[in-house]
């Protein structure tokens, strides 16, 4: 019988991986995923590739892969990150029978993510669990056991925040709500309501008349920023009732400050507007977007700054 062999995605040697390592048995080898600590691993007894072997090498197959990825390629300095952690796990996919790594969990809400499809209807996913946020106390992010089985068949066993646990018959369209499993989106949402102009604060000439300009909500308490502005220049919103709140929000699962949108003020591409048909019913979205209950739902499914309309489709329309 031939040995069983393991690839282990290790970052920084911390008590975890050193944990992990020695329940290991048979053949390992560890890839150096930060490219640091190619002796230390050398000198522990292992084999170890680089993070670059890794992706390019075609001649390595393991029965198992297993460990923690880095999550984002912080290299360019840039806040826009590209994201690691998916591209890792599809790669490892292609080198083992079963793959069992930490991963954020945020690509199991976002609808575009061709990650997401790809798993959920490969058939193969045997288990999603996820992870407390003090699992990783020093790291602002959310995370899950994903693994990956080519011998499973039938549902994913889904293990919640709560500790519940729920079998789901995963497809490309099924969302994964870290606290209640499955998520569907709602027939009547937000996202149709979801508008935005156009107008780029770097873009905005002032004037001595013309339409009120929103450039920022401001904090809490503070007054919304506005100035005036020729309307050729931006007319977005115009004459329209709605709610309005910034583009970015917040990592942390917040939206940012909700506003009701002043009658004939005119908004750019910072803000999104959500009209409504009269005062009444902004004053009421507002209300909404700040209750309890959606602030409880969109910090368990938004992990990014931005608003996008895809985050809304996931919200109940609460206006008839």
Same mark, same amino acid.
């Given at each position: ?17 050193? #944990? ?26 292992? #084999? ?14 393991? #029965? ?9 390629? $912080? ?36 609808? +575009?993510?061709?990650?997401?499809? @790809?798993?959920?209807? &490969?058939?193969?996913? &045997? ?32 293990? $919640? ?12 369209? $099924? ?9 569907? +989106? ?15 604060? @770097?873009?905005?000439?002032? +004037? ?23 309307? &050729? ?66 910090? $368990?499914?938004?992990?990014? #700054? ?15």
């Amino acid at each position: 019988m031939s040995m069983k062999t393991t690839l282990y995605l290790a970052k920084e040697p911390g008590r975890g991986v050193r #944990n992990d390592l020695s329940k290991l048995s048979g053949e390992v080898t560890i890839v150096d995923c930060l490219g640091a600590y190619n002796d230390y691993y050398c000198k522990m007894g292992y #084999n170890v590739i680089s993070k670059d072997e890794f992706f390019e090498r075609q001649d390595m197959y393991f #029965n198992v892969t297993i460990g923690n990825p880095p999550y984002s390629d $912080t290299s360019s300095g840039s806040t826009n990150t590209k994201g690691l952690d998916d591209v890792f796990y599809e790669k490892a996919i292609n080198k083992s029978d079963y793959v069992s790594m930490i991963i954020r969990s945020k690509h199991f809400v976002n609808q +575009s993510s061709t990650f997401r499809k @790809n798993l959920f209807s &490969s058939g193969f996913l &045997s288990k999603i669990e996820y992870l407390s946020e003090d699992t990783f106390p020093t790291v602002n992010v959310r995370t899950c056991i994903v693994t990956y089985n080519r011998n499973h068949k039938g549902p994913t066993e889904v293990k $919640t925040l709560d500790g519940k646990v729920v079998n789901i018959n995963l497809n490309k369209d $099924t969302i994964i709500h870290p606290l209640n499993g499955i998520l569907t +989106s709602p027939s009547k949402n937000l996202a149709s309501r979801w508008k935005r102009g156009k107008l780029h604060l @770097n873009q905005v000439v002032e +004037s001595s008349e013309g339409v009120t300009f929103v450039k920022a909500l401001g904090r809490k308490d503070d007054d919304i920023e506005t100035c005036t502005i020729d309307p &050729s220049l931006e007319s977005f919103g115009y004459k329209k009732h709605g709610v309005m709140i910034p583009n970015m929000g917040t990592a942390d699962g917040r939206i940012g400050k909700v506003v009701v949108k002043p009658f004939e003020a005119v908004a750019g591409h910072s803000i999104v507007q959500f009209w409504t048909k009269t005062e009444e019913e902004a004053i009421k979205l507002a209300e909404y977007l700040q209750s309890d209950d959606v602030s409880k739902l969109i910090k $368990t499914i938004k992990f990014s #700054n931005p608003n996008p309309k895809s985050l809304f489709r996931l919200i109940q329309d609460p206006i008839n």
